[in-house]
């Protein structure tokens, strides 16, 4: 689909579904293409498909540097194919730390954002809509980090890391991941918090 496909949604489709919904989990980055399809047709206006991301996603929330590229049919690859700076993925992560608001605008409403935070059926945890929560591979195993971590998983190694009980986004722009072990990456930047942030997430609030 990604490397010959002129048309990724028609790659998609074209595919029987195998599991009834919600008794199998697999990743796939046709569901991203097909999710950017179903708003193709909502839009249903080329000109404002190809408008609405960078006016009601990204340049609102500060990311003038990120480019997101169509395939031939002029789909934009959901999955795959968006470049951007270091400093344009930190303000994505910055978005969903903030529960969709942007310098006191909301972009995204908290109820989306709340969906993709949120275990897929069937996915034992693993991922929810279109974040992941615990690394695929388990000897990358995030076992050091706090349970409320949720990230995008980029091409050979790249990252958005968003933990909220840190107040903390965390962007690796790495292009692989041979001898570099993620866990030790992220416990030890959360090392360098303040002391206060560091416990912050040790403290329960007292019951009411």
């Known amino acids: ?18 599991y009834k919904p919600g008794t199998h989990w697999n990743y796939s980055s046709g569901d991203a ?3 950017s399809g179903i708003l193709r047709n909502r839009i249903n206006n080329d000109a404002g498909y190809h408008n609405f991301i960078y006016t009601k996603l990204l340049y609102p929330n500060g990311m003038l540097h990120t480019k997101v590229e169509t395939d031939a049919s002029g789909l934009f690859v ?17 978005l969903f730390l903030n ?23 069937s996915s034992d945890g693993n991922y929810a809509g279109t974040f992941w929560l615990k690394e ?5 195993a995030l076992k050091d980090v706090p349970d409320d971590v949720f990230f995008a998983d980029g091409f050979i190694g790249q ?15 790495g292009y692989c991941l041979t001898n ?5 990456f992220l416990r030890e930047i959360i090392l360098t918090l303040p002391r206060q942030q560091q416990l912050r997430c040790l403290i329960k609030e007292p019951s009411t």
């Open 1 to 18: 689909m990604l490397m010959q496909s002129d048309d990724m949604l028609s790659s998609a489709l074209d595919n029987k579904a195998k």
């Open 33 to 35: 293409n097909l999710l």
């Open 78 to 94: 959901a999955s795959s194919y968006s470049y951007g700076s270091a400093r344009d993925w930190a303000r994505f992560g910055m």
């Open 99 to 121: 529960n969709g608001v942007f310098a006191g605008d909301t972009i995204l409403s908290k109820k989306w954002v709340d969906f993709m935070k949120t275990p897929a059926e």
């Open 136 to 140: 695929s591979n388990p000897l990358q």
């Open 159 to 173: 990252r958005i890391y968003i933990i909220p009980s840190k107040k903390l986004v965390v962007v690796r722009m």
């Open 180 to 184: 570099f072990n993620l866990n030790d």
